[in-house]
């Protein structure tokens, strides 16, 4: 069983930056695929940007370039360290942990871009 446990986020001016970490703690071996998800208010949940157990990034066409993913192993924490935010991207995010089994998911960190 894996538990994850988001913080970072915050308030921030378009063009500012933040990042978030999701603390991963439990059985951290079984995760294929760790990704951060994003979801604003009145939409769906989207995929943001995933990382697998190679190191392969995979990213939301909208934040490639400002976004980036990645992990610590020692620390067991992955990262999104986001760039030149836009009040586009004020949403929600969560961590997300995939394995064998199915899909673990953080309670979500608050991301709010305004000026």
């Known amino acids: 069983q894996v538990h994850l446990m988001e913080s970072g986020g915050g308030s921030v001016q378009p063009g500012g930056f933040l990042r978030l970490s999701c603390a991963v703690s439990?059985?951290?071996?079984?995760?294929?695929?760790m990704g951060w998800y994003r979801q604003a208010p009145g939409k769906q949940r989207e995929l943001v940007a995933t990382?697998?157990?190679?190191?392969?990034?995979n990213y939301l066409d909208s934040v490639r370039g400002r976004f980036t993913i990645s992990r610590d192993h020692a620390k067991g924490t992955v990262y999104l360290l986001m760039n030149r935010l836009k009040p586009d991207d004020t949403a929600v995010y969560h961590c997300?942990?995939?394995?064998?089994?199915?899909?673990?998911w953080g309670q979500g960190t608050q991301v709010t871009v305004s000026s």
């Open positions: 997300n942990a995939r394995d064998r089994v199915g899909d673990t």
């Open positions: 990382i697998n157990a190679e190191g392969t990034t």
């Open positions: 439990g059985n951290r071996d079984s995760i294929n695929v």
